[in-house]
């Protein structure tokens, strides 16, 4: 696998992502600083890639406990590879798995948070790039967005959270999904790429065997009318846990 090393929040992180292949882009950035967790909680990434999201979870949640799972065999290498070398190994495992097959891999309840960067798009229904490692990613040719709601609801302790980022085209379809597998939705902030366009996606934290009622945060924006970058985007690349509540 040809690979980059990069520097990642301002050097924070050096990562070897592949080049053709999943890799860090602003979503993940923004999913990793939306999370939530208090500390020693125990929190799982669904489809890790190369470990970026839990390395950054690791940089801001420094008394949690995280894995993350990959069906990819060589991005699971590449992950503990991240792991070892940014020196969070003992913190941070990765473990090869299918997580249409949950059930075999781990016991119910078994996490405080579920963390989950799905496929944006469904196979029927999205053109594949023709590298195996991204089509994986991107647009869903190993696993459903109701597969990964599955397995986040198994995984979940009651009460405990999901987080995840996805395109705002597929808002409702992701709403409906949660409301029928009681994984109820309970923050959702829409992402704009300036003011006077489109959501791109939306950031949600949602409640497994939780009560109904959702917060409509504010929007946030990438860019400002003037095409610079927000200091909320900004505030994004510090590694400045936020306070769970």
Known sequence: MKTTRDAILYGELLLDQPVDGPRVSVDTVLLSSYVKVRGGEKVIELGSAHGAIS??????????????????????????????????????????????????????????????????????????????????????????????????????????????????KRTAELMSILSREHVEPKRIRPVYPSPGREASVILVQAARAAGKGVILESPLYIQDSCGKYTEELLKAYTTGAPQCP
């Open 55 to 168: 390395l950054l979870l690791a940089r801001r949640f420094p008394s949690a406990v995280i894995e993350g799972l990959e069906i990819q065999p060589g991005l699971v290498a590449l992950a503990r590879k991240n792991a070892a070398g940014n020196g969070l190994h003992e913190r941070v495992s990765f473990r090869e798995g299918d997580l249409r097959r949950i059930r075999e891999i781990y016991p119910a309840q078994s996490f405080s948070a579920v963390v989950v960067n799905p496929p944006y798009d469904e196979a029927a229904s999205s053109r594949h790039s023709p590298r195996e490692s991204e089509a994986v990613a991107r647009h869903g040719t190993q696993c459903t967005l109701e597969d990964v709601i599955r397995a986040a609801k198994y995984l979940l302790a009651n009460r405990g959270k999901l987080f995840l980022v996805l395109r705002a």
